[in-house]
């Protein structure tokens, strides 16, 4: 018995997968054969021409379910006693790309901080193909889409091989706190199948923004004052801090605190209400301006928090304050109004100073004279006397002298301040001495 078996592959009902040729030597009833199929198989035998039978298939064949089939087929003849064969027969159904890819998941969800490092690792999804070799290998990307009216691709990125999600950026919790991306996965079959799978990406919370003050607010260099009765009695609200926090949860839980006062003992401030109320009925000893510094804390790890001045004003009515003054504490300004004052007082002296000196130098030019002589003087010859001689030690004088003198503007007189002589012996001469000696001559 002989068996010619062709290539096998999937298939439909009634689909041929071989031809079967079975000879018996014997004549007449001897030679005459019969061929079976065991049960249990989805084959079957149909006679074709003489000594020739088809070997079909009896349902769809499924590759994935059965791979291999060994096929046994018994040949009888129509003697007797009946003679029989058999021969199995190994058939390897072929694979055709009939399968997609299957997530293991209907869908999957992330969790991410924000202000995570670009390129941090978010989820990884799986896929899985039971088709053989390039029919059942899987490569993933993600869908087009937008997040915010910006590309899918701006804020994730799927690892083609592996399935494994990266963030491309850092997330803010705060522009938005959740986001949906499609994850398609596709084999390498001709053609090619493929399936879809959402990704649900959410961000987790950081404590990263502080409390913000609404109320008191500072608008420009100008502070919010409010007045306080001054029968203001124990308990009495004075007024209430206002603040936000752009956190959720515990990062947004707010507490306030009173960090200085002008007087610790007179306000108090509800921690989780922020409402400022007296302690104490007000005083006439009080000071008529107080100041709180305000902080207000979140409940975040770690904690953040930030401060305000409140500006409160004992009086009733404003008319009975002479003047309002910045009742700021802060001690840069008082240092920088300091350094303002000594500098105008700098200037000032300065100035005073300067101005004396010009007026002293001004006074005296006016008192000095107009020409001073000194030294030996050339009196013109038409200021002399006639018959004036010259007196060179031969006069009466013992000695030659020299003479110095000071001559006023406009005048023919002069007065002799002293005599020199030029001898060792030095001679004081009273004015009429010194007189008589010069015009002895007249």
Known sequence: VCFFISSSFHNDEETLVGIINVQDRDSEYNGQVRCSIQQGVPFKLVPSIKNYYSLVTTGKLDRELVSDYNITITATDEGSPPLSSSKSVQLSVADINDNPPVFDKQSYSAYVSENNKPGSTLCSVSARDPDWRQNGTVVYSLLAGEVNGAPVSSYLSVNGDTGVLHAVRSFDYEQFRSFKVHVMARDNGSPPLSSNVTVSVFISDVNDNSPQILYPSLEGNSFMTELVPKAAHGGSL????????????????????????????????????????????????????????????????????????????????????????????????????????????????????????????????????????????????????????DVDGTGTLRSTYNYDAYLTTGSRTSDFKFVTSYNDNTYCLSRNSVLKSIFMSL
């Open 238 to 389: 004075v007024s209430k801090v206002i603040a936000v926090d752009a956190d959720s949860g515990q990062n947004a839980w707010l507490s306030y605190h009173i960090f200085k006062s002008t007087d610790p003992g007179l306000f108090t401030i509800g921690v989780h209400s922020g409402e400022i109320r007296t302690q104490r009925d007000i005083s006439e000893s009080d000071s008529m301006k107080q100041n709180l510094v305000v902080a207000v804390k979140d409940n975040g790890q770690p904690s953040l928090s930030a401060t305000c001045s409140m500006y409160l004003l004992i009086s009733d009515n404003l008319a009975e304050v002479p003047e309002l003054k910045d009742l700021s504490y802060d001690e840069k300004n008082s240092k920088l109004t300091s350094y303002l004052i000594i500098a105008l007082v700098s200037m000032s002296t300065f100035f005073l100073t300067f101005i004396i000196i010009i007026l002293g130098l001004r006074f005296c030019r006016r008192r000095k004279p107009r020409l001073l002589f000194d030294g030996a003087v050339a009196i013109p010859s038409g200021y002399l006397p006639p018959n004036y001689a």
